[in-house]
């Protein structure tokens, strides 16, 4: 069917995207920057509205990935540059040094003998790995990365030496790898704005201030504390917790736009916290609660199943009190024109999505102010790459993405 | 399949803690041709190893007993010869441990009840999965794709000319598939032809253009894949995907086509605005729809409906009936950004009017956000939050309008010339079937009132889902959406059914099972025509003759199996997955005597969550109670009821089922599979009953992928449970 389709990024958005492309026939070459596939869905416990575990999805996915030989999977890999036009692009691909080779059959001897950590950024900070490590409990590919930065003095040596199958190769080298394809889907996907942008709002300051995706990850039973939600500063379960509505989002400062999901994840974390603690308390400061659709059915369930107080307002101001680590949260209600104060436990900032590509340099790729790629035909944008979405909307937009992608080649 | 070469791996600590001559040996008892043990099977020299001795050896089946079916995948993987695999690693020497009072790993030399170390059980385990997998592979078939008799149509039909059809339709075209567009009204374009202008459906979503559906009719009605009917109906679908006969009615004639695949996208009807009196419709006649508005906006008669006069002031209620228990209970997603639209018109047509929009929740989701800034920085443009609290006829024509809970703190009254009812959208399959199936199930997509009517998936995953194979939903028919939403929609709904094509064509099953060649083969002279395999299939897959046998459609089948578990005859079968096969695998393993005191525990475990969910637990090296033997179903459908005959007469002690979680939520990626299997348990429960065995000796569990210490808890909690019955007294019989 033509040249291969490059799909750029491995999230939900790009898997969808490569195996829907390939089981139409086309020939698919799909890249993730990560060591693994599964994107920002793999960091979380459950998805809105069904309270499903992303990992159930992903595994579907993958087992269409491992018996479609039309698929071509490189982790660790990056576009550099895309020359060229529609039905014959060249594209320039960096592939990191993963320092661990295919022969790794993640028997995790490696992961026994090492002593050097890393700070987790699966877990956003909150845990440590060995220098050594298994990305994910699901990972795809199912093999180690080696981060050499992270290597305490003589682990080198017994890894090597704790590895049978000589999948260590410390002097791997950077690659660079020339594609020649017919069209390109960007579904590099999204990260999590930047907090401590937020001065406001006490992140990296105060101790409890955590963001939405570190909340994620500390639900999940896979996450830093095995499920339980804690404050950092402590490590006890919060009675109340207070969540910051568009923390970074609508706002011209940050983001302008709409971050889309983050109403909807506030009310599933206000569920996580009611099935850990059912007299725990949330409370909920926002603009505007958006659940639109069916989601509106889960606001219901959210409402009737959390101890939620609603307020319409925006955060002025987060403090701490220094001898509890407690933190005052500061608002105006705009309904009574009141002001409010609250004491809560933990807070947790509904901070918006940010293009991956917001300040990324790739010759050949149009890239609007907000980091939003530019679709032009043979450059095909989907997912939160796109516009901000939620999962089952970019899973429409990759598998149209898969569509577009293909009648390009068609044609050659 | 006859010639079976078994490929033992020591590697990964399956050499450490298992006999492996005693593996070899149990292999070669079972039957199979040669047994070659060798370190690290997965890497190069091994996988080289394996093809070497397949050629040499003239094999036509291998047994990797290495580590699990869902790693080393492409490894594992060899041009014609059948491979079964068999999960040592993660199934064997990683998830089964001995543990000391305090949890603590034991060696497994220890004795675990008295003269019975922990090695010997590890080991019994081990070479039942041998002996299991030389079995399966013994009677395995090899698989061949489906050809129907008939020549395939590759004809996609399209039902709805809206935004979302037309851009099916045109879409499926430029990748060179032939359309069929149906259209029931006398023109296309759907509500999008009927508005004055819409915000713009690329970025940067700040402004009003025209509608986008008139350039989509001129490419479509100029495109020569696209055979267009306007003022038209589908009045019959019957068939299967491929061979779809469709019956289109136009006028008086009707016309019969064969067709491929489906994109469903008939739209949406508004929200019956009788309903909303209380909000003065019907009552007061300046209280309209925004339907109404619209075509009121089109004509450029922004004019009182009570006398004519210009209108100066227009006040949008949102959420009109809708997000309302009494009406739609859910958000139409595009009222928001319609009333915006609407109030610029207000100002565009008299810049001295003022509009004013009264919401609950302004939803401009993500980008959308940029309209809402144009219209917010509108000073003409009110916006509140707030709850209308009455609607009255004011004087001089005019409507007055109570509000309360408004940002302002306070009620406030407004006087208007004009009300508008930002009324919701519903699906036309919400009150009709659309599609007129002549499939036994039904002439519609089945329980869409878990959707509140729209044709909707269930699966986050995978939105194209829907319970009839071949048709997939696009557009405000699918979900509730925006224009822009629509058109990406469109696009998904138009890959999915070439896709399908595709499938059809190369003779393997779509979405999930994408990989699969096999398909469900009947026996029907044993057949009794007891109906279940086609009132229960998940996907209508089955018709029925006068007689009540089954009719297969095997491109609608989606190979859950389903089908196969509810056959009381077990006639129905795949190549490579037959009651046979199950049987012969429980046979072929060992059980202990009489009074062993060791119990042999069975598990059927549905391979999409729970298998994964095992090997999570050998990863995280958690323990598994080794009594369990193994066997990986593609869904607990597809676990048929002599399984458990043949497991209870071996002498297995108990069976588990471990499948998908059901319920409103299912996540049963077959729909029905673990509800189907939780209900068969009551015959179970009666069979085991009349045999004065304890019904709780077979359970079933829902498991999610991630709960991996809930999925230990419940196997060991099984465990239990079973001492306390003490052993099956059939064992040995």
């Known amino acids: 069917m033509g040249k291969p389709i490059l799909v750029v990024g491995g999230g939900i958005s790009g898997v969808t995207a490569a195996v829907e492309a390939a089981e139409v026939g086309a020939e698919v070459v799909l890249i993730e920057k990560q060591p693994t596939l599964g994107g920002r869905v793999a960091q979380l416990r459950y998805y809105f509205p069904k309270l499903c575990p992303p990992t159930c999805g992903l595994e579907i996915n993958y087992r269409r990935i491992k018996s479609n030989p039309r698929i071509k999977v490189y982790t660790m890999a990056e576009v550099l540059e895309v020359n060229g036009a529609p039905g014959n692009y060249n594209v320039k691909i960096k592939i990191a040094p993963r320092y661990v080779n295919d022969n790794c059959t993640a028997c995790g001897e490696c992961e026994k003998v090492c002593e050097g950590e890393r700070i987790s950024d699966f877990d956003f900070g909150l845990s440590k790995t060995k220098a050594i490590y298994l990305p994910h409990p699901v990972a795809f590919p199912m093999k180690y990365v080696l981060d050499k930065d992270a290597l305490a003095p003589g682990d080198l040596e017994r890894i090597m030496a704790a590895c049978k199958y000589n999948a260590i190769e410390p002097e791997m080298k950077e690659q660079i790898l020339e594609l020649e394809v017919g069209s390109i889907i960007w579904a590099t996907g999204w990260k999590p704005y930047d907090a401590t942008k937020l001065d406001n709002l006490g992140y990296g300051k105060y101790a409890n201030v955590i963001t939405n995706m570190q909340m994620e990850r500390m639900a999940s039973p896979w996450g830093p504390t095995q499920g339980k939600i804690v404050r950092p500063s402590d490590n006890q379960p919060p009675k109340k917790v207070a969540f910051v509505q568009c923390a970074g989002s609508r706002d011209e400062n940050h983001l302008p736009f709409c971050s889309y999901i983050c109403c909807l994840a506030s009310l599933k974390h206000s569920l996580y916290l009611a099935e850990q603690d059912p007299e725990a308390e949330s409370y909920i400061f926002y603009i505007d609660l958006r659940t639109p659709g069916r989601y509106e059915k889960f606001l219901k369930k959210a409402e009737a199943e959390a101890k939620i107080n609603f307020i319409k307002g925006k955060v002025a101001k987060i403090e701490e009190d220094p001898e509890t680590n407690d933190l005052i949260v500061t608002a105006e209600d705009t309904l009574s024109g009141k002001k409010i104060s609250q004491k809560v436990d933990l807070v947790v900032l509904a901070l918006g999505m940010q293009p991956s590509l917001a300040s990324a340099e790739i010759k050949g790729i149009k890239i609007d102010q907000n980091g939003f790629v530019v679709e032009e035909e043979g450059m095909i944008s989907c997912g939160c790459a796109k516009m901000p979405l939620d999962v089952m909307t970019s899973n429409e937009t990759a598998t149209g993405a898969a569509l577009k992608a293909i009648q390009i080649i068609k044609r050659g | ?733």
């Open chain 2, 1 to 733: 399949m006859e010639k079976i070469g078994v490929f033992i791996c020591s590697s990964c600590n399956i050499g450490d803690r298992l006999e492996l001559a005693d593996l070899e040996n149990a292999a070669k008892d079972q039957g199979a041709a040669v047994v070659y043990t060798k370190e690290f099977l997965c890497s190069k020299e091994g996988k080289a190893f394996i093809e070497e001795k397949i050629a040499q050896d003239g094999l036509d089946a291998v047994s990797i007993c290495a580590c699990s079916q869902r790693v080393n995948y492409e490894v594992f993987s060899f041009d014609q010869v059948a491979v079964d695999r068999v999960s040592l690693r993660e199934g064997v020497v990683w998830s089964r441990f001995l543990l000391g009072e305090n949890g603590e790993i034991l060696e497994d030399t220890a004795e675990y009840v008295s003269g019975v170390t922990f090695k010997d059980e590890l080991m019994a385990l081990a070479k039942d999965y041998v002996r299991m997998s030389v079995a399966k592979l013994q009677t395995y078939k090899k698989p061949e794709p489906f050809k129907p008799e008939e020549e395939i149509s590759k004809v996609i039909l399209v039902i709805g000319g809206g935004v979302a059809g037309l851009t099916a339709a045109l879409e499926a075209a430029k990748a060179g598939y032939e359309v069929v567009l149906v259209e029931k009204e006398k023109e296309l374009g759907g509500f999008v032809a009927k508005m004055k202008a819409h915000c713009e459906v690329n970025p940067p979503f700040q402004k009003l253009v025209p509608p986008v559906v008139k350039d989509l009719i001129a490419q479509v009605e100029a495109n020569d894949k696209i055979k267009v009917y306007k003022g038209a109906v589908v009045t019959n679908i019957a068939g299967a995907p491929g061979l779809f006969q469709v019956k289109i009615k136009q006028g008086g004639k009707e016309e019969e086509i064969k067709i491929g695949s489906i994109v469903l996208a008939a739209g949406f009807k508004p929200y019956d605005a009788s309903k909303l009196a209380d909000l003065g419709y019907g009552v007061i006649p300046s209280v309209v729809t925004n339907v109404k508005f619209e075509e009121m906006a089109k004509n450029g008669a922004l004019v009182r409906p009570s006398d004519g006069a210009p209108v100066k002031s227009v006040l949008f209620i949102q959420c009109a009936g809708q997000r309302d228990e009494n009406h739609l209970p859910y958000c139409s997603g595009f009222c928001c950004l319609a009333s915006l639209k609407q109030a610029q018109y207000v100002r565009e047509a008299d810049p001295e009017a003022k509009a004013f929009i009264v919401y609950d929740h302004m939803r401009t989701m993500g980008i959308f956000e940029n309209f809402y800034k144009t219209l917010q920085n509108d000073p003409g443009v009110f916006l509140t939050k707030g709850k209308v609290v009455s609607i009255t006829e004011g004087e001089n024509g005019k409507v007055k309008v109570l509000v309360d809970e408004t940002l302002l703190g306070e009620k406030i009254e407004v006087e208007v010339d004009l009300v508008v009812l930002a009324t919701g959208m519903v699906p036309v399959t919400a009150e009709e079937s659309v599609l007129n199936l002549e499939y036994r199930q039904g002439p519609g997509l089945p329980e869409l009132e878990l959707f509140y009517g729209y044709a909707d998936s269930n699966f986050i995953c995978f939105p194209y889902e829907t319970r009839r194979t071949g048709i997939y939903a696009a557009g405000a028919i699918h979900q509730p959406m925006t224009i822009q939403q629509a058109i990406e929609d469109a696009k998904g709904a138009a890959l999915k059914a070439i896709q399908c094509l595709v499938a059809i064509e190369e003779g393997h099953a779509v979405h999930p099972r994408t990989w699969d060649y096999a398909y469900p083969e009947w026996d029907l002279k044993m057949c009794t025509q007891c109906k279940r395999c086609t009132e229960e299939c998940p996907f209508g897959a089955l018709n029925e003759d006068e007689k009540g046998n089954p009719l297969t459609n095997i491109t609608r089948c989606r190979r859950c199996g389903t089908c196969f578990g509810a056959c009381p005859q077990r006639i129905i079968n795949f190549k490579d997955y037959s009651i046979d096969m199950v049987s012969t695998m429980i046979k072929a393993t060992e059980m202990p005597e009489q009074g062993y005191e060791q119990y042999r525990l069975m598990a059927f475990v549905c391979e999409n969550d729970a298998l994964p969910a095992l090997d999570m637990v050998a990863y995280n090296k958690k323990p598994l109670p080794v009594a369990f033997r193994i066997i990986p179903v593609r869904c607990l459908g597809a676990v048929n009821v002599a399984f458990i005959k043949d497991s209870m007469s071996k002498g297995y002690d108990g069976i588990l089922l471990l499948g998908c979680k059901y319920g409103e939520n299912y996540q049963c990626h077959f729909i029905k599979g673990s509800e189907l299997a939780n209900r068969r348990m009551e015959n179970v429960a009666e069979t085991l009953q009349q045999l004065a065995l304890e019904s709780e000796r077979v359970t079933i569990h829902t498991v999610a992928i991630d709960e991996v210490d809930l999925v230990v808890e419940k196997m060991q909690k099984f465990t239990e449970e079973i001492k306390g019955f003490g052993e099956n007294p059939f064992k040995g019989w």
